[in-house]
Each structure stands twice: as structure tokens, then as C-alpha cells.
């Protein structure tokens, strides 16, 4: 129960909107803590359970696109360990581009799958390969923001993602990481080609909505262009005009 509730609030806490480096970096360093004590004890292991009705309604669910995920994870309880992975790999699944909580988040949580690669062995690492593998499928992937802050941060967990790639395959083995890899890859896929087929259908269904998305989308562009511009718009030093008297 104690370690349960332990557990979950610092899963909680590196979702925060208002996440600061210095705390991710702690959250992490507890995680190990208490997720190796968890291993190191196999009574812990079955006894400490997740159970959904203490959680009440997860703020996933909320979240188009993600219920199929949740549902698998509703059917009875579950182990501790694999909420944790499961929960960590939501959140460092990208969402909202332009966040820079969300590029700290995702770098910290794959140091976090990473520093377990290195400290668990293939048997116990096996279960958690999908958890781990499927956020860095879109990471992997992901277009890099065009502001040079905003850039160099995401910039930094792709880089993770990829080192975190090459450390999981090396450890499994490619026998075990590719076929796991690809269907993951697939999955994503299928579920993107999904719901844009359902939103192609919304929209057809919907003249109305499809003509505020347009409108919606054609100020997001006209935004996008002014941006462009004033950043590349040279600077111009200021002439200062002095003002001659007629006296």
C-alpha cells in the first residue's frame, strides 16, 4: 500500500504542466529507489497492486486516441511495476509540441528506461520492452520545432530516444527487439490511419465544424508566416536624428 502510493505520486508528479528540471531529475533518482527495492524484493512484486477505483478517473482517458491503451489496462489489477513503465511511457508520448515541459518530461523518463536497461537483466527487462519501446517510436520521428530554444531542447531527447533505442536492442538482441520494434511501428500506424479516417468522416458528417477547423487552420498559417518573418527580419541599428534649432 505504502510503496504503491509512493510510486504513484511520483508518476504523477513528472506529468506536472509545471514541471522543473531540478524536480524531474529527483523524481527520477526516487524512481530508481523504489522501483529497484521492488525488484530486489519478489513479494513486492505480486502484493503491491495498482488498482484502478483509488485513482478514480486518469486524465488519459481524456485524451483522444489513447482509450484503447487504458482499456487494456483496466481489466483487474495490476502490478506495481507495470503501471509505473506503462504510466511513464504515456506521458513521454509527444502531445503537445511547443511545451517545454513536455521535451524535459520525455528526456527524463528515457533516462530513466535507460538507467533500468543497464540494471536489470533480459528476464526481468522483457515485460517492460513494449512500454519502453513504444514512446520512442514517435520521438524517433518527431519534426523539430523551429525556435531555437524550443529546437535544441527536443533536439536533446531525440537523441535520448535514439540512444535508448540502440542500449534496448543490444541488450535483447535483435532477434527479440526488431520483430517487437516493427510491430510496434505498425500498431502506431494503423491507430494514426485510424483517426484520420475518423476525422475525415466527422468532418464530412459535419459541414460546419469542417468549415471552423479550416478557418482555424488557416489562422494558425497566417500566424506561422508573421512569425517567420519577424524572425528573419534583419535588425536595424537605430539612427538617432538630431533636431537642429531654427533659432
Known amino acids: 500500500e505504502q510503496a504503491y502510493t509512493v510510486l504513484s505520486s511520483l508518476c504523477w ?9 531540478a524536480t524531474a531529475e529527483q523524481i527520477v533518482k526516487n524512481l530508481l529507489f523504489f522501483v529497484l527495492r521492488v525488484f530486489e524484493t519478489p513479494a513486492l512484486q505480486t502484493a503491491v497492486r495498482y488498482q484502478p477505483e483509488k485513482e478514480g478517473k486518469q ?10 491503451d487504458e482499456k487494456e489496462e483496466e481489466k483487474g489489477d495490476r502490478e506495481i511495476l507495470h503501471w509505473v513503465f506503462r504510466r511513464l511511457s504515456y506521458l ?11 521535451p524535459l518530461r520525455q528526456l527524463y523518463i528515457l533516462r530513466f528506461f535507460a538507467a533500468m536497461v543497464t540494471r ?5 527487462l522483457n515485460p517492460f520492452l513494449v512500454p519502453m519501446l513504444s514512446p520512442l517510436v514517435p520521438l524517433l520521428n518527431i519534426v523539430l520545432p523551429k525556435k531555437k530554444l524550443e529546437r535544441s531542447m527536443y533536439n536533446q531527447t531525440r537523441e535520448m530516444a535514439e ?24 500498431k502506431a500506424a494503423k491507430k494514426r490511419e485510424e483517426r484520420k479516417k475518423k ?13 471552423k ?6 489562422v494558425k498559417k497566417r500566424e506561422k508566416r508573421k512569425r517567420e518573418v519577424e524572425e528573419h527580419r534583419p535588425m ?12
Open 13 to 21: 508528479g513528472m506529468g506536472s504542466p509545471i514541471l522543473k528540471e
Open 59 to 68: 486524465k488519459e482517458k481524456e485524451e483522444k486516441g489513447e482509450e484503447d
Open 92 to 102: 513521454a508520448r509527444p502531445k503537445n509540441v511547443g511545451n517545454l515541459c513536455e
Open 120 to 124: 536489470l537483466s533480459v528476464e526481468q
Open 163 to 186: 540512444e535508448l533505442n540502440r542500449m534496448i536492442k543490444k541488450r535483447v538482441g535483435a532477434e527479440v527487439y526488431l520483430p517487437l520494434f516493427q510491430e510496434i511501428t505498425q
Open 199 to 211: 476525422t475525415n468522416m466527422t468532418l464530412i458528417l459535419d459541414p460546419q465544424l469542417a468549415a
Open 213 to 218: 477547423q479550416k478557418i482555424k487552420r488557416n
Open 236 to 247: 536595424r541599428p537605430r539612427i538617432k536624428v538630431r533636431k537642429i534649432s531654427t533659432e
